[in-house]
Every structure is written in structure tokens, then in C-alpha cells.
């Protein structure tokens, strides 16, 4: 009969390194995904809010820009594009404001190739807030 001596102490490190590093990669960047979903979900709503808190489309555009951007900013989500449209007018009873806000994030530890990212996903949320039939027009 024939004995084997091995480590087991080796066996688990080469193990924990191949399964594990992995595992603990895809967590981080699932967690940086969903950060970054709940940032452009929240910065269309208030975006939207702030628009329709405004005296003028120019000065709601410019109250969403700020709100979604403070709230990106609490999210630590960068390089995010929003967008406002008032269907079919703004500030008319019964119109609605469409905010929507477009991010792309790189994957953690991604390198840059020729200032592009490699892996990068992209998040968008649409948000519509109604201005109110009843509502009289500013």
C-alpha cells in the first residue's frame, strides 16, 4: 500500500484563490451595478420633482440638472446625462415632464484601453411626473 503525503494547507490557498478571488470580484461588481441603477432611479424622480416646482421650462431644466446632480453625486455616479421633455407642453394642466437620466459605469478594476473602458455597463431611468389637470398654469 502506498502512501500519499500532501499539504492540505496548499491545497486550500490554491482553492481559496481560484474560487474565491472571483466570487468576491463578481460581488463588488454586482453591488457597483446596483449602486449605480439606484442613483439614475433617483435622480430622474427628482429631477422631475424639481422641474415641476419651477416658474419656467428654462428654470426647470436647470432645477432638474441641479437635483439629478446632487443626487448622482450621493451615489457616486459619474459622467451622467439627463434629459428633460414636456409632453405635450410644459406647464399646462394635465401635461407631464419625461426626465431621463443615462449613466455608463466602469467595471471595478477595468483597465483603460486608449482612454476607453473595456467593461463599462450602462443604467437609465425614465421618470414622468404628471403636472396636475386641476393645477392652474404659472
Same mark, same amino acid.
Given at each position: 500500500?502506498?502512501?500519499?503525503?500532501?499539504?492540505?494547507?496548499?491545497?486550500?490557498?490554491?482553492?481559496?484563490?481560484?474560487? !474565491?478571488?472571483? +466570487?468576491?470580484?463578481?460581488?463588488?461588481?454586482?453591488?457597483?451595478?446596483? /449602486?449605480?441603477?439606484?442613483?439614475?432611479?433617483?435622480?430622474?424622480?427628482?429631477?422631475? /420633482?424639481?422641474?415641476?416646482?419651477?416658474?419656467?421650462?428654462?428654470?426647470? /431644466?436647470?432645477? &432638474? =440638472?441641479?437635483?439629478?446632480? !446632487?443626487?448622482?453625486?450621493?451615489?457616486?455616479?459619474?459622467?451622467?446625462?439627463?434629459?428633460?421633455?414636456?409632453?405635450?407642453?410644459?406647464?399646462?394642466?394635465?401635461?407631464?415632464?419625461?426626465?431621463?437620466?443615462?449613466?455608463?459605469?466602469?467595471?471595478? !478594476? =477595468?483597465?483603460? +484601453?486608449?482612454?476607453?473602458? +473595456?467593461?463599462?455597463?450602462?443604467?437609465?431611468?425614465?421618470?414622468?411626473?404628471?403636472?396636475?389637470?386641476?393645477? =392652474? &398654469?404659472?
Amino acid at each position: 500500500m502506498r502512501r500519499e503525503r500532501g499539504s492540505a494547507t496548499v491545497e486550500f490557498t490554491w482553492l481559496t484563490l481560484l474560487l !474565491l478571488v472571483p +466570487l468576491v470580484y463578481i460581488v463588488v461588481a454586482v453591488f457597483q451595478t446596483q /449602486r449605480a441603477a439606484y442613483g439614475v432611479a433617483a435622480a430622474s424622480e427628482a429631477a422631475a /420633482r424639481a422641474f415641476m416646482q419651477a416658474d419656467t421650462p428654462e428654470q426647470g /431644466r436647470a432645477r &432638474a =440638472a441641479l437635483a439629478a446632480r !446632487l443626487v448622482l453625486a450621493d451615489h457616486d455616479v459619474v459622467g451622467a446625462v439627463v434629459s428633460t421633455e414636456c409632453r405635450p407642453t410644459c406647464f399646462a394642466p394635465g401635461s407631464t415632464v419625461v426626465v431621463r437620466v443615462r449613466s455608463s459605469q466602469r467595471l471595478p !478594476l =477595468a483597465p483603460d +484601453l486608449f482612454g476607453d473602458p +473595456l467593461a463599462a455597463f450602462d443604467v437609465a431611468s425614465t421618470h414622468t411626473e404628471p403636472f396636475g389637470r386641476y393645477r =392652474a &398654469a404659472p
